[in-house]
């Protein structure tokens, strides 16, 4: 089946410093892959959309210059969280759309970040 | 418009009863509505999805019931057992293209915990 894999699983930084998510789709093509937050015992927000080969459009609110996202290639999106602070704390979860699963989209197993 | 409502916001149930999810929706433009599952630190995992074309489906224990004309559907997971303890997701996306393709709206989630 379609498998996302997400890098790192875990991850603690310093105030200032940034820090890269990696997301890939193992065994099919993505050409969106989406990024969402999510706070402990809430729901998911989807930050943004990530379109292999064009920007990624941010939802309302997410700062773009501080979560920048590339998808430069079909199957590989990165999240870099720039110049952290520790309220950016949160998990980070990725998702990829593949076309012949219809709305069923894989997700990555997330990655909680800690910044310090 | 975007939201969809999920209740309850918690569930406790005893092993072999009934676990039951209500979601309510607003957009009538959704036409994918899928269940999510998701563990402590892990990603969500997709349970069951259903079209607006049917009003119901049945994957092993668990059922989505679909009412279009209210625009409520339901998770019911038959025989719940202590291993299905996880935080619940109602979800709802177009599939009709354009922008908003594939783009999940997340209910609030509900923690289910199911007693031996």
């Known amino acids: 089946g379609a498998v996302v894999s997400q890098h790192p699983s875990w991850v603690i930084c310093k105030s200032g410093t940034s820090v890269k998510i990696e997301c890939r789709s193992l065994?099919?093509?993505?050409?969106?892959m989406f990024w969402y937050r999510q706070f402990p015992k809430q729901s998911l927000m989807l930050m943004a959309t990530?379109?292999?080969?064009?920007?990624?459009?941010?939802e309302q609110g997410v700062e773009k210059d501080k979560f920048l996202i590339n998808h430069a290639s079909l199957t590989l999106s990165t999240l870099t969280v720039t110049s952290a602070h520790p309220e950016d704390s949160s998990f980070y979860i990725c998702?990829?759309?593949?076309?012949?699963?219809?709305?069923?989209?894989?997700f990555g197993s997330g990655t909680r970040l800690t910044v310090v | 418009q975007q939201q969809v409502k999920q209740s309850p916001q918690s569930l406790i149930v005893q092993k072999g009863g009934i676990s039951i999810i209500n979601c309510a929706y607003e957009?009538?433009?959704?036409?994918?509505f899928p269940w999510y599952q998701q563990f402590p630190g892990k990603g969500p995992a997709l349970l069951i999805a259903?079209?607006?074309?049917?009003s119901e489906k049945k994957e092993g224990r668990f059922t989505i019931s679909f009412n279009k004309s209210a625009k409520q559907f339901s998770l019911h997971i038959m025989d719940s057992q202590p291993g299905d303890s996880a935080t619940y997701f109602c979800?709802?996306?177009?599939?009709?293209?354009?922008?908003?393709?594939?783009?999940?709206?997340f209910g609030q989630g509900t923690i289910l915990t199911v007693h031996p």
């Open positions: 990530s379109n292999e080969g064009s920007k990624a459009t941010y």
């Open positions: 957009n009538t433009a959704f036409d994918y």
């Open positions: 998702s990829a759309r593949e076309w012949a699963l219809a709305g069923a989209h894989p």
């Open positions: 259903i079209r607006p074309d049917v």
């Open positions: 979800a709802a996306s177009t599939l009709a293209g354009g922008t908003s393709y594939g783009k999940l709206t």
């Open positions: 065994d099919f093509q993505a050409t969106t």
